[in-house]
């Protein structure tokens, strides 16, 4: 991590995008005991939406699952590799940035899935946009940011520490019902 904070040596092994593992479900988002059976073994979330991004860190730290900051291309903020069960976070991002592409990792890291694989576009992507909206933004939060400014997307985001792209998605759930698609 940068600015002085503790870093992770970075894993030089290859992430293979051929590796798949079935996974099935979550059984609730937003808790903070969100369990997911995946392959023979369970993984459980151990961040909750009230977290800071520093505070997820270290509640990952107890994880079998690795998170390190890189420099990523400038379309990918976040990415996650089963092969090494490791999330790398784009360290020139906010922690808001990083929050929210931290959350997204892991619950790709939950369903064992890798999430560079066909960007956008998977079934995999796609919900996990939607459990990433519904785990960081509070139902309620949303309703009073909503009151308070009036719908404006920027001022919202910023008042519950989340990205606009999180909070477009998370209003695309609840207007349209339809699934995210880019």
Not at 19 to 39: C, E, K, Q
Not at 54 to 77: K, R
Request: negative net charge; proline residues 4%.
């Amino acid at each position: 991590r940068g600015n002085g904070r503790r870093r992770r040596p970075l894993v030089t092994t290859a992430c293979p995008r051929s590796v798949r593992v079935s996974s099935s479900r979550t059984d609730s988002i937003g808790g903070y005991s969100t369990v997911l059976t995946a392959a023979p073994f369970d993984r459980h979330m151990p961040i909750n939406r009230g977290m800071t991004y520093e505070q997820m860190l270290d509640a990952v730290e107890t994880q079998p699952v690795h998170v390190i900051e890189a420099t990523l291309d400038d379309d990918t903020s976040g990415l996650y590799c089963e092969a090494v069960q490791t999330i790398i976070i784009d360290e020139h991002m906010t922690d808001v940035q990083k929050r929210c592409s931290l959350t997204h990792e892991l619950f790709h890291w939950l369903h064992a899935d890798d999430s560079h694989a066909e960007y956008g576009k998977s079934h995999a992507e796609w919900r996990v946009r939607r459990e990433t909206a519904m785990f960081l933004i509070d139902p309620a939060d949303y309703v009073q940011a909503e009151r308070e400014y009036d719908g404006e997307i920027y001022q919202m985001s910023c008042e519950m520490d989340v990205t606009v792209f999180l909070l477009e998605d998370y209003r695309r759930i609840l207007e349209y019902r339809q699934p995210i698609h880019d």
